[in-house]
């Protein structure tokens, strides 16, 4: 409901003319829709399915959810990611059906489309190690989840010898073929924003020795889990 004010001419004869201040009551059919930072979270029942994830606590506006988006962020299925088709007062509908259908122990988010952009888990790797060997041993590495896609950021490296220090960096199982000489330290790399990588793969850094001399090296992975 809606309260408004009017103001109504009430013609007489003459001087009898005047106007009446009237205060009206007026029934107003409101649609709620998300925007951009609206966000809904709960926990699915034990009920949903790979097609339908239930929550009976909630009591949603029919459809309102529907163009958006449903992420597991725990539990079971977590990082699963969908498009929602439509939604009734308890239950979210994905356009493509689950992976693995959500339990009692899934906790999931919901957020409008146009946040797709903006929703994820941020990601930072980072560490030290004394390489010795003149053989690559990790250094550094960030796997992606199943079920989810990571947005790659940047690579960074520092050590505290360049000259007897060499590198090699495996994106999603490609090795990046890094010149095998003496790079200037530190080395930053950003990545490209929109080249998602796969789920069930890794970003990895190696380091070594040329020499056998031991050298102190650090990196750091920074990226966006969706």
Known sequence: MRVEEY??????????????????????????QPSVGDVDRGTADATSTIN??????KNWGVNIWAGSYVRIIGGTGVGQARRIASNTASGLVPV???STAPDATSEYMVYPSEAE??????????????????????LVRWDIPAGS????????MKTDNPALTRYRVTIA???QAIPDRQLSSPVSVPWRAGNA????????VEARSTDGTGV????YITGMER
Not at 117 to 138: H, K, S, T, Y
């Open 52 to 57: 339908r994830l239930d929550d009976v606590a």
């Open 7 to 32: 103001t109504v001419p009430i013609t007489g004869t003459g001087v009898d003319d005047y106007t009446q201040h009237i205060t009206a009551v007026v029934p107003v059919e409101v649609s709620v």
């Open 216 to 219: 102190n090296v650090d990196a």
């Open 96 to 98: 493509n059906a689950f």
């Open 197 to 204: 990588l796969a789920g069930g793969t890794a970003v990895v």
């Open 149 to 156: 896609t990571g947005d790659l950021s940047e690579i960074a």
């Open 173 to 175: 199982g490609v090795d």
């Open 117 to 138: 952009e903006v929703v994820g888990l941020p990601i930072l790797r980072i560490d030290r190690q004394n390489f010795v060997a003149m053989v690559f041993a990790e």
